[in-house]
């Protein structure tokens, strides 16, 4: 018979060969997703709050977590996402840019206007992939790295209506560069990932006509990084 779980402490679980490692994987992940979404950091109260689990549970949690870098505690003690976190984004990186390509190429070719994949990293827009069309005259030069608000821009503020789960095309003039017309959408249903496709013109583009292509390069994008 089983005894009564202490006060604070997470309650018996039956024993099932490599259940409890799997538990404390999926509660770690847990964790960190919980602290990322967190601006301010997480105290480990907090955290065991949300987690519906013990304080000490989360201790535990932690260690590990600390010692390989992805979670750090600040000077007041709350917590936060560690360095070994970044090392991991910019691994991954590379990898999202290739399988982005393609799509990109073709958005590019399509709307003659350079088309990019933007991510979120730190709050703001990151410009993770860029490809210029390949026959234009004239066409904008988009820095890969380059990093904006989210609030400005169409690849930014994209992001922000896939957030609300909205994805039709968002259009803007001027608002990270006087003169450029900008379309781009949300790439949804990946998991971990917020990010837009989208591209930037000197010209005014057809909205229906460059919005449709640009859907169709975010639904492929999505496809592609499943």
Do not use: C, K
């Not at 206007?113 to 933007?118: D, E, I, R, V, Y």
């Not at 490809?131 to 005259?137: C, Y």
């Not at 837009?196 to 292509?213: F, K, R, T, Y």
């Amino acid at each position: 018979m089983n005894s009564p779980a202490a006060p604070g402490t997470d309650p018996p679980q039956p024993v099932v060969p490599g259940g409890e490692t799997a538990q404390t994987l999926d509660r770690g992940l847990r964790l960190l997703h919980l602290v990322a979404d967190a601006p301010g950091g997480l105290t480990v109260t907090e955290a065991a709050n949300r987690l519906g689990i013990g304080r000490a549970a989360v201790y535990r949690l932690v260690g590990p977590l600390a010692g390989h870098g992805m979670l750090r505690r600040d000077a007041a003690g709350r917590l936060r996402l560690g360095a070994g976190v970044l090392h991991l984004a910019r691994r991954a990186q590379p990898l999202l840019a290739e399988g982005a390509l393609p799509a990109l190429r073709q958005l590019a070719e399509q709307a003659g206007a350079t088309a990019h994949l933007t991510v979120v990293e730190g709050g703001e827009g990151v410009a993770l992939a860029v490809v210029e069309p390949s026959w234009t005259s004239f066409h904008v030069a988009y820095r890969t790295g380059a990093r904006h608000p989210l609030e400005r821009g169409a690849a930014g503020q994209a992001i922000l209506a896939g957030r609300s789960g909205a994805a039709g095309p968002v259009s803007t003039v001027g608002e990270l560069q006087p003169g450029a017309y900008g379309v781009a959408a949300p790439v949804l249903g990946v998991p971990g990932l917020e990010a837009s496709v989208g591209v930037v013109a000197l010209a005014p583009l057809d909205a229906e006509a460059v919005g449709a292509q640009v859907l169709a390069a975010a639904t492929a994008i999505a496809d592609a990084l499943r």
